[in-house]
């Protein structure tokens, strides 16, 4: 009994053997209408018909609830990405895939994550759209009111978007399907060997 490891990681390797699958941090990012929710909902689906163990972690819930009392401020942003990136480590050390879909404007918030993590159990997914597609797509109007001043600090108007230098999955959804920005991601993962046999 005196034997047992206490460490918080003492079953890492346990689960991964048991769930066939690397603790892993899917993070997508890029502007408000670029396609990070779409995709982040179709890569679940895929990964769940895989048989892998994977979650979601969606914005509007993180908002309403972890991170209710923090604003739209350029550090309240960088605060709720952090908070964020902690709740997705803590997926990824029980051997979860955990998809994040955030705006996530900064490129040093991104950066700090990836830093905490084991090479490769990062994998950033640049859901790349130029801007006037994106404010096309806009069925919320938040575009709009950004533009009349209404909503302050709006990425991409009013706040700059930091895109990444080298992400690991490049998508272009102006131009890409659905399952074409689908499939590119899910070579990456099964070529970064993700996946254990």
């Not at 978007?161 to 399907?177: A, G, M, Q």
């Amino acid at each position: 009994m005196n034997n047992i490891d206490k460490s918080p990681n003492a079953n890492y390797s346990n689960r991964e053997e048991l769930f066939k699958q690397k603790g892993t941090i899917i993070w997508f990012t890029g502007l408000s209408g670029a396609g990070k929710t779409t995709l982040s909902l179709a890569l679940e689906k895929e990964l769940l018909n895989q048989g892998a163990i994977v979650y979601v972690l969606d914005g509007d819930l993180i908002r309403n609830g972890l991170n209710s009392d923090l604003g739209f401020s350029e550090e309240d942003r960088q605060e709720n990405i952090r908070r964020i990136g902690e709740v997705a480590k803590l997926f990824a050390d029980a051997a979860f895939i955990v998809i994040v879909a955030f705006i996530s404007p900064f490129r040093e918030g991104r950066d700090r994550i990836r830093n905490t993590l084991e090479p490769g159990r990062f994998v950033e997914v640049f859901v790349d759209c130029p801007l006037e597609i994106c404010e096309e797509r806009d069925t919320k109007g938040l575009y709009k009111k950004a533009r009349k001043g209404e909503i302050k600090d709006f990425t991409g108007i009013s706040s700059p978007y930091n895109p990444p230098y080298k992400p690991e999955v490049h998508l272009h959804t102006e131009r890409e399907s659905v399952d074409e920005s689908l499939q590119k991601i899910l070579q990456h993962l099964h070529e970064s060997g993700m996946f254990l046999s």
